[in-house]
Nanobody, 120 residues
């Protein structure tokens, strides 16, 4: 079994910054891709940023130039640095990781989500 847990959400003014963190734990053999998704009220969940085990990244167009994803493979963590935040960034942000557990199970694990609200 494995789990991922996010932290770092909150309320921030437009133009501000926020850093989200996510830690994977449990019987982990290896972690492949890690990423962040978000879901705003009334909208579908969408990819924000993704990073593979080698450090290659891809971003949603809305995140390019403002958000930076990074990971620490030794600590099984992934972070999302968000700058120049806009009201339309308001959403619940979810961390996800593709984990191969020690008993050979491979699958996507999701966190419980953390609320990010951008408002003055």
């Amino acid at each position: 079994q494995a789990q991922v847990v996010e932290s770092g959400g909150g309320l921030v003014q437009p133009g501000g910054s926020l850093r989200l963190s996510c830690a994977a734990s449990g019987s982990i053999f290896s972690i492949y891709a890690m990423g962040w998704y978000r879901q705003a009220p009334g909208k579908e969940r969408e990819l924000v940023a993704r990073i593979d085990s080698g450090g290659s990244t891809n971003y949603a167009d809305s995140a390019k130039g403002r958000f930076t994803i990074s990971r620490d493979n030794a600590k099984n963590t992934v972070s999302l640095e968000m700058n120049s935040l806009k009201p339309e960034d308001t959403a619940v942000y979810y961390c996800t990781a593709y984990i191969l557990t020690s008993d050979g199970y491979g699958g996507d694990y999701w966190g419980q989500g953390t609320q990010v609200t951008v408002s003055s």
